[in-house]
């Protein structure tokens, strides 16, 4: 029976490879860091990982990590509502509202699925959903699940967003929805001007903190610390999974009787497995730590900063950026791509974005900083920028 499927199968493989889409994994085989070795031996820095406080592989989310399997076990073996809550579940998402300012917080097994179930819960056909067109593919499929209107507004184009407020007008409940920083070109949503539009329009807003959260902000607490609207976010969503330890798990945070109603109705949350302790007592140990100390996020933005300025005094064509993102604006899909191997031959480690993860025209290299990052890591890697780029008549 499987033979139709197969072929067709088969040939759009095809097709996906001879279109140069063919997505190949890339094996490490050391630990996430700001040094990782790949199967072949080779040692190289890496600047594609979301490791923005280099916590990934940090000895005490280890050691937390560790403790938490011996006390608690391996896993759960419930989802919440049944027998998958354990005090320390709380304690996290205790922490998360904490650190937040928040009123409480749900705990998911990624952002993916906070995203995913936190629309269909809230929002019905009498109600608008208006998002950001470059956000995030979990919400964008999240808003699919839900019979609320939807109306797409141009990335962090405030005139767009007004007008589809209007349009919106008649709307029983509306709900503005957009990432923190966007993951393309590390620009951050205008918040200040949202939450006057919000105001305006008496709308909502959700703001999905995957990329934003630890990384923005002077004490890394996101958006709603950089622009100083804490409490006017209603719903924040974001994942342990980056800045955070780099593991897993995902949350929603925000006000009192959204996250009570998630935990009434929100699928991934009743329907899917609980987080296992050891991911739960790193994140504890996680949030402990960004309430003791701004090093590392100190660390980051001093990183970022050197690295870009440095990048724009080579010559680089860089993306305004407020985020530990850096896009190296290259516009030609093939360039991105040659760019990229000959820097992995330096033995720095970065990606070439090209159409359709980016809009045609607008092909990149993507570099992400790290607190992990020490100055000879960023020196290395804008001296390698520098070398293949003169090879590759990017800059003079
Ligand atoms: C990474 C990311 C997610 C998904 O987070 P996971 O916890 O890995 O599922 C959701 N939204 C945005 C904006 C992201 O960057």
Redesign the pocket.
Known sequence: MYGKIKDYLQKELTDIREAGLYKEERIINSPQGAEITLTSGAEVLNFCANNYLGLSNHPRLVEAAKESLDDRGFGMSSVRFICGTQDMHKTLEAKIAEFFGTEDTILYA???DA?GGVFEPLFGEQDAIISDSLN?A?IIDGVRLCKAQRFRYQNADMADLEEKLKEASTARFKIIVT?GVF?MDGNVAPMDKIVALAEKYDAMIMV?E??SAGVVGKTGRGVTELFNIRGKVDIITG?L??AFGGGIG?FTTGRKEIIEMLRQRSRPYLFSNSLIPAAVGAGIEMFDMMTETNELQDKLHENTEYFVKKMIDAGFDIKPTKSAICAVMLYDAKLSQDMAAKLLKEGIYVIGFYYPVVAKGQARIRVQLSAAHEREHLDKAINAFAKVGKELGVIK
């Open positions: 990624a952002c993916f995203n995030h979990s990432d993951s999905d995957c990329h994942t999974g980056k995902g």
